[in-house]
């Protein structure tokens, strides 16, 4: 059987009483951090840095955030290295851009001081789970703590990358953490009931999940993931990566049935989109053309399918044909119910406008300049 390695993102929610402090609506005290602290070294390399943390992050916010690994707040489950400290830097610069500020200019600073994490960790490695090949990007513990994962995998000319490995999770990971302060209306966990499955998410192949109405797989593990899922991929995929999406969701699809000189694997766990035929006529000798291998030519104002690589005796591109969409459920309506659901949650529990944050994170994420950014560091005196 194949093998795949999936990414995770898993919220861990404590149900000590400590898991409510930051989900209720009493007002914070000014800090939940010892009056003082630890004093500032003058001298130290890393100086400049902490003190930008420190009025970036402590002062306005009440939030620690942990560049240092510390063994007591991971999990010793897994062998987990540090965060390289240039990675770090660039990672807490981008993550007051692309979301604190980004809030700030949709709502205000108030609302993430109220309802934000106390405590940001970066971690350098993931936590590889190899039982199941599936990897944490993130941990949302109670309302409390946000810890990020690999971050020595940082690449910060590639906002794609950063998304998928961190702003995601970040946005993802707030919305439980909003959640478990109010809950979601409980219409959303009706809309795709008898649809999940919290033990094999990780091998449902994502496009054909959104013909079901989910915008990935980790999304049809269970309904609270769908929900934060929904919100975070709505925030951060660009208008070209969403249509893309609803594209798949209203793509009929077919479970591929291994044949003999076909390109169809016999222990394949993916799911097929378009089919072929060994004559070109007919429904006889169907066979089955993976996604991945698809192009599409438009011919005489049409769109006419062609596997990418198999070719007929004469060396012509083969035709396929997409499958009808049998499975009874409209992919794109599905998944907009969703977005709305939780746009007007947001709208009327929080006062956030999920299309304005949308507008904000899109024009941040594709217009930052790295060294600006990092210029507010070396400004620090």
């Known amino acids: 059987m194949k093998v ?52 970036t992050y402590l002062t306005p916010y009440n939030l620690d955030f942990r560049y240092k690994m510390q063994d007591v707040g991971a999990d010793m489950n897994y062998n987990l290295v540090p965060a390289e400290y240039d990675k770090a830097v660039d990672l807490a610069i981008l993550t007051n851009y692309l979301w604190f500020e980004a809030y700030k200019e949709v709502v205000d600073e108030e609302f993430l001081k109220m309802y934000g994490p106390r405590i940001i960790h970066l971690i350098g490695s993931s936590a590889l789970n190899p039982s199941s090949g599936t990897e944490i990007l993130g941990l949302a513990e109670g309302g409390i703590k946000v810890s990020l994962f690999k971050v020595n995998f940082l690449n910060v000319s590639d906002f794609n990358n950063l998304n998928e490995m961190y702003f995601k999770t970040m946005h993802h990971e707030f919305a439980h953490i909003l959640h478990q302060t109010k809950s979601y209306p409980t219409e959303f966990n009706l809309v795709s009931n ?63 049935t291994p044949t003999e000189g076909t ?26 053309a993976p996604e991945s291998v698809v192009v599409e030519k438009e011919e005489d104002g049409k769109i006419v399918y ?33 977005v709305n659901i939780a746009r007007v949650w947001l709208r009327d529990e929080f006062g956030v406008d999920l299309d304005q944050l949308r507008e904000v994170v899109q024009r941040r994420q594709s217009s930052y300049d790295i060294n600006a950014l990092r210029k507010q560091i070396e400004d620090i005196q």
């Open 4 to 55: 795949s390695k999936f990414f995770s993102i898993v919220a861990a929610l404590a149900t000590a009483a400590m898991s409510l402090s930051s989900c209720s609506d009493d007002k914070f005290d000014p800090s939940i951090f010892p009056e003082g602290g630890d004093e500032l070294d003058p001298n130290s390399v890393t100086y400049k840095f902490d003190k930008w943390l420190q009025q």
């Open 263 to 288: 390109d169809v694997e016999p222990d394949a766990t993916y799911y097929c989109f378009y089919y072929y035929n060994n004559n070109q006529s007919g429904d006889e000798n169907k066979q089955y």
């Open 194 to 256: 008898g649809l999940y499955d919290d033990n094999n998410w990780q091998d449902r192949q994502e496009s054909m999940l959104r013909s079901k109405g989910f915008i990935t797989n980790y999304a049809s593990s269970q309904t609270r993931e769908d929900f934060a899922e929904t919100i975070a991929n709505y925030i951060v995929k660009t208008d070209e990566q969403w249509a893309s999406y609803m594209k798949d969701a209203n793509r009929g699809w077919e479970t591929p």
């Open 306 to 338: 062609y596997h990418k690589t198999l070719k007929d005796d004469k060396k012509n591109p083969i035709r396929i044909y997409p499958c009808e969409d049998k499975d009874g459920i409209d992919g794109e309506a599905v998944i907009l119910r969703k």
